[in-house]
């Protein structure tokens, strides 16, 4: 009977035992229940830590709720751990996992906006992105508490939200996003940029909406300062600007833009309609760059009024209208009369 007992005592100690030694070595070997290269799990805020142990185990990352717990208890960080979307991508042990919660590793989505869009359009890029929807966007940039400082006539972050890559998790808030271009707008167009724009006479507000006009008419870095002059000297000669995307602008702000600019267009009654009111618009029309905000700023020394297109890219400047005719003669009609296109393009005087 001794014997027996002792067997019994002996057999449960040898379990107890092997379960130890499979709990230490589970604790420090790095696990990986998952098929593919990555894994993707999603943590809400206020998740407590034994469900999210149970939602690391159920995705693959842990391999059990017991090694969970101890790995926890050990780590003393149950009360740490932070909500968020967290991309594993490999073997791990729990007290790595548990680390990376810790830290607050979230997965960063990379969002560009390029230069030259409107907020509008940025509200597409931000929906497409899957951070949520243009609606949410567009509200988040109509906080102009943002900009009271430096543009108190400011009606939404049109011309603020600098054009960049920005990281976010998933569930970032809109307004985190305003917050974070605006920064980076105010760091770029600097104490330095703004006392030059001051020195000649422009208010910051101006200076972005000139800006934006230079930022949708030319994407070549040469000819930035070239057409910052044009309607620099459109503007002290009080000559209307005639800026195409200024009509186009006021257009999609009424829903009636229908991707093709035409003559009767060039009519539509709004403020933003250069071609009808004299002097800069009454804002931005788009987020310019850098690039755009320095020629602004710096015009180049040239007393050219007018400009056209190539249909390359670049424009053909000129002093006078005569000058400025026959480079639509050779650039508009007579192009696109050997192209065969139905339509001359626009930038006919400008």
């Known amino acids: 009977m001794r014997t027996l007992v002792s067997l019994i005592v002996?057999?449960?100690?040898?379990?107890?035992?092997?379960?130890?030694w499979d709990t230490w070595t589970g604790l420090r070997t790095p696990f990986k229940g998952y098929a593919g290269d990555e894994r993707f799990v999603d943590i809400a805020p206020g998740t407590g830590p034994r469900r999210i142990g149970d939602i690391l185990v159920g995705a693959g990352v842990v391999q059990d709720a017991l090694m969970w717990r101890i790995a926890l208890w050990q780590s003393g960080t149950a009360t740490r751990l932070k909500a968020g979307e967290y991309r594993f991508s490999g073997p791990m042990t729990p007290a790595e996992v548990i680390a990376k919660l810790e830290r607050g590793e979230v997965f960063l989505r990379p969002v560009t906006f390029p230069?030259?869009?409107?907020?509008?359009?940025?509200?597409?890029?931000?929906?497409?992105?899957?951070?949520?929807?243009?609606?949410?966007?567009?509200?988040?940039?109509?906080?102009?508490?943002?900009?009271?400082?430096?543009?108190?006539?400011?009606?939404?972050?049109?011309?603020?939200?600098?054009?960049?890559?920005?990281?976010?998790?998933?569930?970032?808030?809109?307004?985190?996003l305003m917050v974070q271009m605006v920064a980076r707008f105010r760091r770029v167009f600097g104490e330095g940029l703004r006392q030059e724009a001051r020195a000649a006479g422009f208010t910051i507000r101006q200076v972005v909406t000139l800006a934006s006009l230079v930022e949708k008419e030319t994407a070549r870095a040469d000819?930035?300062?070239?057409?910052?002059?044009?309607?620099?000297?459109?503007?002290?000669?009080?000559?209307?600007?005639?800026?195409?995307?200024?009509?186009?602008?006021?257009?999609?702000?009424?829903?009636?833009?229908?991707g093709n600019l035409t003559r009767e267009d060039l009519t539509f009654d709004s403020p933003y309609n250069t071609y009808r009111y004299v002097g800069l618009p009454p804002g931005p029309i788009a987020s310019p760059g850098l690039a755009s905000l320095e020629a602004a700023v710096r015009?180049?020394?040239?007393?050219?009024?007018?400009?056209?297109?190539?249909?390359?890219?670049?424009?053909?400047?000129?002093?006078?209208?005569?000058?400025?005719?026959r480079n639509v003669q050779e650039w508009q009609?007579?192009?696109?009369?050997?192209?065969?296109?139905?339509?001359?393009?626009r930038g006919r005087r400008r």
Not at 136 to 152: G, Q
Not at 224 to 251: E, F, H, K, M
Not at 302 to 324: K, M
Request: with cysteine; proline share 6%; hydrophobic share 40%.
């Open 333 to 345: 009609v007579r192009y696109f009369r050997e192209n065969q296109s139905p339509t001359p393009g």
């Open 115 to 176: 230069e030259g869009l409107t907020i509008r359009q940025m509200a597409r890029v931000f929906e497409r992105a899957g951070l949520g929807t243009a609606g949410v966007f567009l509200d988040a940039a109509r906080d102009v508490t943002l900009v009271a400082d430096i543009d108190p006539a400011a009606t939404d972050l049109e011309g603020y939200l600098f054009p960049d890559t920005y990281a976010l998790p998933r569930q970032a808030e809109p307004r985190d």
């Open 10 to 20: 002996l057999s449960a100690l040898a379990a107890g035992a092997w379960a130890g």
């Open 299 to 325: 015009p180049a020394g040239v007393d050219y009024l007018y400009f056209v297109s190539r249909n390359d890219g670049s424009h053909a400047f000129a002093r006078t209208l005569a000058e400025h005719n």
């Open 223 to 258: 000819e930035r300062p070239v057409v910052s002059a044009v309607y620099r000297n459109r503007l002290a000669a009080r000559i209307g600007l005639q800026c195409d995307p200024t009509v186009i602008y006021a257009l999609e702000r009424a829903g009636r833009f229908t």
